[in-house]
């Protein structure tokens, strides 16, 4: 099918263990379907659990500059002009020309919130907050100003679990008491309002009919339990070999489960769905 005859296309994308490798945070083996999808002018849309922080400069790295993203999984989005309201998006005091929407509380409610529940369960864990440059860039192996730039929270909180798994269970139902959320990600659990990667996604979708008048095809790529939702709510799905030993299930009906991990089986994930329908003019 010649692109030119699809619905417009759209890719959303996880990025640690996904476009960027686990341990390396390399992205070099997708580079040729980042440059592919660009030539053809599919938007790529970062998913992940990082920061607003850690995309400003790492988005443009990856040639992701005129995209959206969802950070701090689906807790803040960021939109680029080209997909901002005339009237009611424009943020002409942002340097970076973006207009941020937070779906979810805020990050200082939330800290307060694990505050009294650890208090009040007697519950063991450390949060990123808590935490030492130090100690986030040994669990992260982050560097330095890239740990900085992880502990700028706006909408979720990151934590290392101390305690059972019986503890956890009734940890998330106080969670939910709260109107709070917790998910798992690759290295650690994190605790937001009633948002995730799929709502977001989907709000992001909706602003895309809005402004085209079309519904796109949608491709969405990620690793671990925190992008099954984004899975569950895309029109193709690439569930990419994990590195974190966690059981993800997805429930998708076309569903790609790649060989490769990181960004090889990224790209392998691209070739499986559209290798015939995007051109490579390498």
């Known amino acids: 099918m010649a692109l030119s005859s699809s619905p417009p296309k759209v890719v959303f994308t996880d990025l640690d263990g996904s476009l960027l490798d686990h341990d390396t945070y390399g992205w070099q083996p997708a580079s040729a379907w980042l440059t592919r999808l660009k030539r053809a002018g599919v938007p790529v849309i970062p998913v992940t659990s990082k920061t607003r922080a850690e995309l ?5 790295e990856l040639g992701l500059g005129n995209s959206p993203f969802i950070a701090e999984n689906g807790a803040v989005i960021g939109l680029p002009p080209a997909w ?17 929407k937070t779906p979810s ?31 986030i860039m040994a ?11 992880a502990r700028v929270r706006e909408g979720s909180e990151p934590l290392l679990w101390q305690d059972s798994e019986e503890a956890l269970e009734h940890f998330a139902q106080a969670l939910d008491n709260d109107g709070l959320r917790l998910t798992r990600g690759g ?14 996604m989907h709000w992001l979708v909706e602003r ?4 085209r ?21 895309v029109d193709l799905a690439v569930l990419i070999r994990g590195r974190h030993g966690q059981p993800v299930d997805v429930d998708a009906k076309r569903l790609y489960r790649t060989r490769e991990y990181g960004p090889l089986g990224w790209a ?15």
């Open 139 to 149: 669990h992260t192996g982050l560097s330095e100003p890239q740990a900085r730039q």
């Open 84 to 100: 901002q309201h005339a009237r009611l998006d424009r943020n002409l005091d942002d340097p970076a020309r973006l207009c941020i």
């Open 213 to 233: 008048g079309i519904r796109p095809l949608t491709l969405g790529l990620g690793d671990g339990p925190n992008d099954v939702p984004l899975l569950e709510s």
């Open 268 to 282: 392998e994930g691209l070739e499986y769905w559209w290798g015939d329908e995007i051109p490579d003019d390498s």
């Open 105 to 135: 509380l805020d990050v200082g409610f939330i800290r307060r919130r694990l505050e009294v529940l650890r208090q009040r369960l007697g519950l063991a864990f450390r949060s990123m907050g808590e935490m030492t440059l130090d100690e």
């Open 56 to 60: 400003l400069s790492l988005r443009l």
């Open 208 to 211: 895309f009919v809005a402004l």
């Open 187 to 200: 290295r650690f659990l994190h605790v937001m309002g009633r948002v995730d990667k799929g709502d977001a």
